[in-house]
């Protein structure tokens, strides 16, 4: 996190009072989110409420030892993040300090109070190369040269929206290829604006776009229940609720691997380090399904855990959504995991009870549903102001105490968000994976991501999903009679049924996470399955109506091949599917 490097900073307020990570300063000269230093360790903090002489601080430190009396220093900037080249392959604490740099710094993986570094490393030199010449003119945002950050990702380098005005354009004044730092020019403009890779942003307000576009393109993400059954669209929000253990985390570190953006931002808000510890070491090991490189090479971490201060938890989520900005500005699809918005939210409550503010429902701020709001408007498909097209997508998971969806976080991400993947604990406990529950889940991009998947699956392929979501609708209801009456009292049409959703849940709706070839199923493949599993319902309904018994039909030799579809490599997919529907057609109309 860093503020204007123009600013003079000023000893100008003493300490008040202190309540755990708020601090109350008077005669502090401040402007709402301002960046402060409190005591005499100068811990970081941020302006949150002003009343006349009294200004109240949230510090993102912790304050314990810290006493009135002491110092504030003011600095005149809003919170920002240092935006460049090398976020990618970094991990950051919840206000963008490198934690590399500050364990490097004290020498300890514990993190000393007062420490602070820049988000990105001032003194480390990139090879630029401009995509411009003297004399072209250029608006705001517009790109003016490249610079390989990671081997998967090139990161442009644009003229930064303050450097003229909505509209304007100016002339390349100078432009130098060649390696510089992030703080050296590396174009000028005849207006007098320069140009460096390094751009600051408040982090509490959106950059600047053109037009938000309706999303037409779904942000694949490799799990069969969600890409056939609740799609999110690339610049979708999607809530990932949940109760203890049922698979928030790993979902979500599934779709940080497998989903089909160009770059992942990672947020551990508030979670267990045990779970960021798990990611840390993983994402560098692990290969790129794209490209083949490591997957940090396109991947930001930011790992605010439950044992670090509750306000950088505030602030974390923040920094986040801004760097995805920045490379949404590039023209690329960045996917966003916050695990989990939950923290975030009990971070807000805690500040608010400690600025004694009138608690809304089960304590939470009353400005909790305008701060959910103000953080998922800005994902979406965005026409960016250089001309290019970009998206964010946020997928936050949601930790409702006890598993209670009725909760007030849960309820007001549902208000906000257009996808909902309920996670089960029940499923969990019987181990299926991912344990998210098909009758309570649901996606408002289908309608309008279905030309897609027609266009570029298969022709059939909504009337294939209306298909598995009606028998599964009748699976819930006859599941409540079997509990009843016990499955040999229903009619055989509805055990053939029955046996048909069951295929669709184990063959289909589960996946191993754990598995080279099953962890990712393509939507090509994730439709053969379905496709396969109602081959053998037409066929065996057929069969049926011909008067063969419900027992001798769902004991064929070809059936229990349908569960390993999903474990078959994709290029031998079809053929395997194409055979295994030939045996199931071939030895059901042996039966009559």
Known sequence: M??????????????????????????????????????????????IEIEGNITTIQVYEETSGVAPGEPVEGTGAPLSVDLGPGMLDSIYDGVQRPLDVLEEKMGSAFLDRGVDAPGIDLERTWEFEPTVEAGDEVG????????????????????????????????????????????ETVAELDNGAEVTMRQEWPVREARPTVDKQTPTEPLTSGQRILDGLFPLAKGGTAAIPGPFGSGKTVTQQSL?????????????????????????????????????????????????????????????????????????????????MADSTSRWAEAMREISSRLEEMPGEEGYPAYLAARLSEFYERAGYFENINGTEGSISVIGAVSPPGGDFSEPVTQNTL?????????????????????????????????QLDPYFTEHVADDWTDQRQWAVDTLDEDDELQEIVQLVGKDSLPEDQQLTLEVARYIKEAWLQQNALHDVDRYCPPEKTYRLL???????????????????????????????????????????DEFVDELEADITEQLRALY
């Open 2 to 47: 860093s503020q204007a490097t123009d600013t003079t900073v000023r000893e100008d307020g003493v300490i008040e009072s202190v309540s755990g990570p708020v601090v109350q300063a008077r005669d502090l000269d401040a402007k709402m989110n301002d960046v402060v230093y409190v005591g005499d360790e100068g811990l970081m903090g941020e302006v």
């Open 140 to 183: 705001r945002g517009d790109v003016v040269g490249i610079v390989d950050e990671t081997a998967s990702i090139e990161h442009k380098v644009m003229v930064p929206p303050g450097a003229l005005e909505e509209g304007e354009t100016a002339e390349i004044e100078r432009v130098e290829s060649g390696n510089f730092d992030v703080t």
């Open 256 to 336: 940080a691997k497998f989903a089909d953006a160009d770059i992942v931002v990672y947020i551990g808000c508030g979670e267990r380090g045990n779970e960021m510890t798990e990611v840390i070491d993983d994402f560098p090991d692990l290969p790129d399904p794209q490209t083949g490189n490591p997957l940090m090479d396109r991947t930001c971490l930011i790992a605010n855990t439950s044992n670090m201060p509750v306000a950088a938890r505030e602030s974390c989520v923040y920094t986040g959504i801004t760097i995805a900005e920045f490379y949404r500005d590039m023209g690329y699809d960045v996917a966003l």
């Open 415 to 447: 208000r906000i968000v257009k996808t909902f993947w309920a996670l089960d604990s029940d499923l969990a406990d019987r181990r299926h994976f991912p344990a998210i529950n098909w009758n309570d889940s649901y996606s408002l991009y289908r309608d």
């Open 531 to 573: 496709g396969a599993i109602k081959t053998f319902n037409d066929e065996a309904f057929d069969a049926l109506d011909a008067g063969v018994p419900v027992d001798e039909i769902t004991d064929i030799e070809a059936l229990p091949r349908l569960n390993r579809i999903g474990t078959t490599p994709d290029d031998e997919a």
